[in-house]
């Protein structure tokens, strides 16, 4: 028998999101320019622990930061501000995925470095609410979440900026259950969110002068959303005449970045929100595991810098949080700095790293007691970071490997 019960309120919870998402795109339509930091007397940059071995990492990627922009920080130009309580037993206790005060707090600061939080699943100890990662991306409308990975002694060289706030994520915690058997979540794609994800990857590649654009969906079976972002790539891509560009479906785009003889040939990668997360942590595991893989999720009047991995409440609980790679965050680090405009710091960070985890390795992090601790290795990437010569031995590696 057809439940009409069911039906009249699986439309009102659809008319309902219908609504909220209109009004999210005339938001959009409005949104203001990006933030020119180079014009503000104060960066503020928020640091939030997280959870799990999130602050086991940020220790050290905060003492790096200390230690780059000791002058700033001295005259004021910069502030590194702690922003505790992010934690999931806080979020936990107010069912919020983030406490509305820590909300407040993040939108007074300009730029934000923040550790992993634990996101719970149906079936976790913890009520299944939202992650306070998506809740972020979503309040800050950090819409381009730029994920790069790079193994110079293959040639892979991949950028990936992956949709941050619609697809599937935007509405992930505003499924239905019309009945006990039948269950829907729901999948958004934008005119406006597609565009500007877009028109940021190709910016990228002209601005890199990367002549190639790869745009990644499902639309042969996605058809209507996948199929709007695919025909937005079409769009955007005739504003960008000296830039090719080519799509291909997540499925063998999977494949591909396994193919050994090909994947070099990949730049600049966008796509959808989920594709985007699934195939980052592939991408990271080519590098060398999430944990040297740091991630930036940009909008145009704030931005968030973190770790690509989770929370790993497992290592924790085993006593191992100290052996936790603090190589992700690091990475998210120079990720910030590069955008708020101090690049020779940045990019002194990204050759000590490209040094310390790539090429030198005078210290492994195996993330057991077999391996170095995360103190042990910022202490190694500090030390390099503090070589007079770190260009010239950086320069020394490339193309030797
Ligand atoms: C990531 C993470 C998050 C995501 C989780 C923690 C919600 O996997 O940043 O890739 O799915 O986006
Ligand atoms: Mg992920």
Request: charged content about 30%; glycine content about 8%.
């Amino acid at each position: 028998m057809v439940d009409q019960v069911a039906i009249e309120k699986a439309k009102e919870h659809f008319g309902r999101l219908v609504k909220e998402q209109l009004d999210r795109v005339e938001q959009m339509k409005h949104s203001e320019g990006w933030t020119d930091y180079s014009k503000k007397k104060r960066i503020v940059i928020g640091i939030v622990g997280g959870d799990g071995i999130g602050p086991y990492i940020c220790k050290h990627a905060r003492t790096v930061l200390e230690h780059l922009l000791a002058e700033e920080i001295s005259s004021g130009k910069v502030e590194l501000r702690t922003i505790d309580g992010l934690t999931i037993e806080n979020r936990v206790k107010l069912l919020k995925p983030i406490p509305p005060e820590i909300l407040e707090e993040l939108k007074r600061c300009d730029v934000i470095l923040k550790g992993p939080t634990t996101t719970p699943k149906k079936g976790d100890p913890w009520p299944n609410i939202e992650s306070a990662n998506i809740s972020m991306r979503r309040e800050l409308d950090l819409f381009a979440n730029v994920r790069p990975v790079r193994v110079p002694s293959q040639g892979i060289d991949w950028m990936f900026f992956r949709e941050n706030t619609e697809g599937s994520y935007i509405l992930g915690s505003r499924g239905l259950n019309v009945t006990d058997d039948l269950a829907f979540d729901f999948c958004v794609t934008t005119t406006q969110g597609s565009e500007r994800i877009i028109r940021l990857a190709f910016e990228h590649a002209k601005k890199n002068r990367i002549g190639k654009v790869t745009v990644v969906t499902k639309a042969n079976v996605i058809k209507v959303t996948d199929g709007k972002f695919l025909g937005m790539a079409e769009r955007v891509s005739k504003d960008y005449p000296g830039i090719k560009w080519d799509d291909w479906f997540i499925d063998i785009m999977t494949a591909k970045l396994l193919d050994e003889a090909r994947r070099h040939e990949f730049k600049v990668m966008v796509l959808p929100n989920l594709y985007g997360d699934i195939i980052t942590d592939e991408a990271a595991q080519i590098q060398g595991g999430v944990g040297t893989a740091g991630s930036a999720n940009i909008g145009t009047r704030y931005a968030m810098f973190e770790a690509i991995h989770g929370s790993a409440p497992r290592m924790v609980e085993e006593g191992r949080a100290k052996y936790a790679d603090p190589s992700s965050i690091i990475k998210a680090a120079a990720m910030l700095l590069n955008h708020i405009g101090f690049t020779e710091e940045s990019s002194r960070l990204e050759m000590a790293l490209d040094i310390c985890g790539q090429y030198e390795r005078r210290l492994v992090i195996t993330g057991r007691s077999n391996g170095a601790t995360g103190e042990q290795f910022a202490r190694y990437l500090m030390e390099t970071l503090g070589d007079m010569d770190l260009e010239d031995r950086w320069k020394g590696y490339q193309g030797s490997k």
